[in-house]
């Protein structure tokens, strides 16, 4: 964990939130950064906690990408949330008929990028 100090006179002199694996909190003012870990799979898992680590993976990849994508980090911040929650429609859309992780992410990515960023 490390604390983040603002310059003077800045617009932003405070975060709350998640981009990728970086947190950022603010308590009593102070503003502290922490990487978050990734999730880890048992090594006897089982094939619903295979399916749920795959799903968590690709999703927080997509997620990732697309906040690092995004040049406010404010609003990359404040939009993680509708983002995530529209990353998982798609996840859950295409994991049926996409098996390939790689494939599917990409499928997702493309979709996402045509319908709400690049319109």
Do not use: H, W
């Not at 003077?8 to 990728?20: A, F, K, T, V, Y």
């Not at 968590?56 to 983002?83: F, G, H, P, T, Y």
């Amino acid at each position: 964990m490390a604390r983040v100090e603002f310059k003077e006179n800045q617009p932003i002199q405070s975060l709350s939130g998640s981009i990728g694996n970086i947190e950022f909190r603010t308590i009593n003012g102070k503003t502290f950064v922490l990487e978050r870990q990734e999730p880890e799979l048992p090594k006897d898992a089982t094939r619903k906690q295979k399916a749920m680590f795959r799903r968590r993976k690709i999703i927080n990849q997509c997620v990732s990408i697309l906040q690092n994508e995004m040049e406010d980090i404010q609003a990359d911040i404040a939009m993680r949330s509708k983002l995530r929650d529209r990353i998982r429609y798609l996840y859950d859309k295409y994991s049926k008929e996409i098996s390939a992780p790689t494939k599917l992410q990409i499928k997702i990515m493309g979709e996402y990028r045509a319908k709400y960023v690049y319109k």
